[in-house]
């Protein structure tokens, strides 16, 4: 296992010293592992908290800023954060207006999302939690009972972020997410496994000329395993998927997402065959990310995740937004 770190028991807390030293506009809580908008809550402001276990970045801290997240709580590689964690986040954030956990569905994120929100409760702050749950490969999975959440969750806390910078209540804003999460869907593609440094060996295996399709963003499982084929037919497999669930036709948001491992040229041409494909269907995308923004350490592979936009969903994308990961119009 060859890794820029320092040992593996430090790996999340030196990284996260790497975070504050990297961004002033954070403020990083390395003991407890939370990270909030430097300057402390917004009063009157509905405070967006999301979390989850390190190893996906720059999810969930890179998306902490204006527009989008005002807290991000990190767990070990892999592994969730506890509602202590969680809690401290939901603290530091609240503005009087009430706070949304937006919450990947694995199990023990909701539970201890779950866990967090009762505690808030007993404190006397209002929190209203989503559950993400877009990805299409598989119903239930070695994390999850239902669909795992995945690339949605970045459309989620993006698109919610924006109608909270805006004053919308926390009614809105927990609809608004619910909204996104609905619209959109996702489906993984792994060429290679990844190595957890505390584990020191690959996750799983592939053949030579194997890949996994419908890869969770941990390692898990997918639909099926099968020969490398060129990136029409993988751009093809993923969208059947996806239109299986929902219409790719009007105007669409639409993430080619890199799993850590996968140069930003491969990347370029798998959305170059999403968008034929999705044109081919009567669809038009109007918003676009390509690059990484939910990984698995060293993973190669892709996901694509479609959103059907409507008027406001695109105005609320195209809103300001200034977090490490993401950054336009302002």
Known sequence: MKK???SVDSVVTDALK?????????TVDVENKVITRAGGPTQGKVGLVSGGGAGHEPLHGGFVGYGMLDAACPGE???????DQMLQATKAVNGGAGVLHIVKNYTGDVLNFQMAAELADDEGIEVASVVIDDDVAVQDSLYTAGRRGVGATVFAEKIAG???EEGGDLTAVAAMAREVNERSRSFGVALSSCIVPA?????????DSEIELGIGIHGEP????????PASELAAVALDAIAADIPLDGELL???NGMGGTPLIELYVMYEEVAR??????????????GNYITSLEMQGFSVTVCGLTDQLTRLWDAPVDTPALRWGR
């Open 222 to 229: 997918g639909r099926t395993r099968g020969p490398m084929r």
């Open 199 to 207: 584990a020191g060996k690959p996750t799983f295996e592939l053949g």
């Open 77 to 83: 590689v892999f592994t969730s954060p506890v509602p």
């Open 4 to 6: 820029l770190i320092n």
């Open 162 to 164: 924006a109608l909270a």
């Open 254 to 256: 639409v993430m080619v």
């Open 277 to 290: 494909t999705i044109a081919a269907r009567g669809g038009r995308i109007a918003r676009n990310l390509v």
């Open 18 to 26: 790497g975070v504050a030293a990297a961004h002033p506009s954070l």
